[in-house]
């Protein structure tokens, strides 16, 4: 089964919206920390956002939120207000707790694109 | 430097050459590890070092696929007698912890981007 689910290979969203990037996870343990990388196309991975899994709030970073329901082992990422530069891949990420903490595994990403 | 440094950024290869890729981590960041990843699709595992120890290879697709870190700092993935196949970015990732727990965030680099002709 994969790990990290993400099933809008390519979004778009009109500048100065909200979007919302989906990402659902599959895990067996009680630690794990849930993360978010965007890809611009120069290559370099760039961290957003970090949930871990005992957090109790949602995760905020300036215009980047990510919305953690446990339960439903969702992750989705918020962008507010998107700007052109925001146009990039994005990856969601999860790091477990256990014996395989020094693994990340990826999701296949989501293309954004912002329209002016 | 302050970033993960990668290099080449972009390699050419004749199928059959052996080839080096070298990632230099964040000074002082005891976790470093390789990822591989296909066009269009998400970073997958290759391999980890805690210092110069590896401690997972497990995600290595073949045996020509070798990774070295030696002082602890700089590494090299190296492919042996390349093929097709192996066409792809290769992302090195460093990171502080040497601990489980919290699970820490990985710094990446650029990449090399491997052409196989």
């Known amino acids: 089964a994969q790990k990290i689910t993400q099933t809008q290979p390519g979004m778009f969203v009109q500048e100065k919206e909200a979007v919302t990037l989906d990402c659902t996870y599959d895990?067996?343990?009680?630690?794990?920390?849930l993360f978010w990388y965007k890809q611009p196309s120069s290559g370099e991975m760039i961290f957003l956002i970090y949930?871990?899994?005992?957090?109790?709030q949602n995760a905020t970073e300036g215009r980047y939120s990510l919305n953690f329901q446990k339960a439903r082992k969702s992750a989705n990422l918020v962008i507010s207000a998107s700007q052109l530069g925001d146009s990039a891949m994005y990856f969601c990420?999860?790091?477990?707790?256990?014996?395989?903490?020094?693994?990340?595994?990826f999701g296949s990403g989501t293309k954004l694109n912002v329209k002016p | 430097g302050a970033g993960v440094s990668q290099s080449p950024r972009y390699k050419v290869a004749k199928r059959g050459q052996d080839v080096a890729l070298r990632c230099d981590p964040i000074?002082?960041?005891?976790?470093l590890f390789w990822y591989q990843q296909a066009l269009g699709q998400g970073p997958e595992f290759l391999t980890y070092?805690?210092?110069?120890?590896?401690?997972?290879k497990s995600g290595l697709p073949s045996d020509r696929f070798f990774a070295e870190r030696p002082e602890g700092s700089v590494s090299t993935l190296k492919i042996q007698r390349t093929q097709q196949e192996d066409s792809a970015v290769y992302l090195c990732?460093?990171?502080?912890?040497?601990?489980?727990?919290?699970?820490?965030?990985?710094?990446f680099g650029s990449g090399t981007q491997l052409s196989v002709l």
């Open positions: 895990t067996s343990d009680q630690s794990y920390g």
């Open positions: 070092f805690q210092n110069e120890a590896q401690l997972d």
């Open positions: 990420a999860m790091r477990e707790g256990g014996n395989n903490f020094n693994k990340f595994y």
């Open positions: 949930q871990g899994s005992y957090d109790e």
């Open positions: 990732a460093s990171s502080w912890a040497r601990g489980r727990l919290p699970p820490e965030k990985l710094f």
């Open positions: 000074s002082g960041h005891v976790s």
